[in-house]
């Protein structure tokens, strides 16, 4: 009979957590630190990341590791970047959450020519996501069938855009910050279906979801209008859609859901433009070409 100490050792799973310095993006984090995963974050603010960092240390079982990482999503050689250092930490990747993301209070160009907005929601994740791929694949290929996920934190936002501005996607001729926001939010469904379609004969799922109203420092950089209707309006605690996060990644039953969209612990219909492929597919060419453009630019100073 094999003794115990013949079993194989478990591997320590590892999720990265954009956006995990505030809100959802902490309170996910530190579930998944409670059940003993390497824990990978990243965050823009220096403060609010080193108190994350250690919150998220502190919540974790004693099992736990916890990393966090800083960079500006809305620029893509720092999104590359920062890429680069999760490579460092870890071999594998078994379940990604692009969380990071927000609403602007007007038209904001990064120093690499690109709308913030559309920056730091799509693009970002779009590229992230790309980076670390193989990471994912690598922890696929010793994982049970639809275990490894990418779970894409959009919002009911994109029922308010009737499709993407492909004749200006960065919204340059006429920008407005709810209008842009809404855009967004709508390429990441639209790239979760696309990243559905290209990798689930890989044994990875992509998933969304909407985590509603959360009373987060999610509007900080929002207009007026932005401001007033988030304080007006009941918001959940962070808490209530890190639930929805960490069920997504964990559970079984999900990993047939594949492209599809969800919002607390229940799966929802999107609005029909989020269901198109022929868009999904554009998006992800026009996607490719931006990030090509951009990353092979100098920048400017």
């Known amino acids: 009979m094999p003794q115990e100490d013949d079993q ?3 591997r320590q799973r590892c999720v990265v957590v954009t956006g995990a310095s505030s809100g959802i993006g902490r309170a996910s984090a530190a579930a998944f630190a409670r059940m003993g995963w390497h824990v990978i974050g990243t965050g823009r603010d220096r403060k609010r990341s080193e108190d994350a960092e250690a919150e998220i240390r502190a919540a974790g079982s004693e099992n736990a590791r916890v990393d ?4 500006d999503f809305s620029e893509m050689h720092e999104v590359r970047r ?16 692009n969380n990071a993301g927000g ?16 920056a730091a929601n799509h693009l970002a994740p779009f590229l992230l996501t790309r980076e670390l791929q193989p990471l994912l694949e690598r922890a696929a290929g010793d994982a049970p069938p639809g275990q490894v996920r990418i779970i894409a934190v959009s919002s009911s936002g994109h029922r308010a855009c009737a499709g993407m501005r492909w004749y200006d996607l960065m919204m340059k001729a006429a920008f407005e910050p709810g209008t842009a926001y809404c855009q967004a939010k709508l390429a990441n469904l639209l ?5 559905h379609s290209r990798l689930i004969d ?9 985590p509603g109203r959360v009373g987060s420092n999610f509007a900080s950089h929002g207009d007026e209008a932005m401001q007033a209707y988030m304080a007006a309006n009941e918001c959940a605690a962070p808490e209530q859609p890190a639930r929805t996060i960490v069920w997504l990644a964990t559970d079984p039953d999900l990993g047939g859901k594949g492209g599809h969209y969800f919002h607390d612990l229940a799966e929802e219909t999107p609005a029909p433009q989020a269901l198109d492929d022929f868009e999904a597919e554009k998006l992800w060419q026009e996607s ?8 092979e ?5």
């Open 288 to 295: 490719e070409r931006i990030l090509e453009q951009v990353l």
């Open 202 to 210: 890989k044994g990875i799922v992509a998933l969304a979801m909407h």
């Open 82 to 97: 920062v890429a680069g250092e999760i490579r460092a930490l870890t071999d594998r990747v078994d379940v990604l959450v």
């Open 8 to 10: 194989p050792e478990v």
């Open 103 to 118: 609403v602007r209070d007007g038209f904001h160009a990064t120093s690499e020519g690109l709308e913030a907005t559309f």
């Open 68 to 71: 966090m990482l800083r960079g």
């Open 191 to 195: 790239h979760t279906r696309a990243l």
């Open 297 to 301: 630019a100098p920048l400017t100073l």
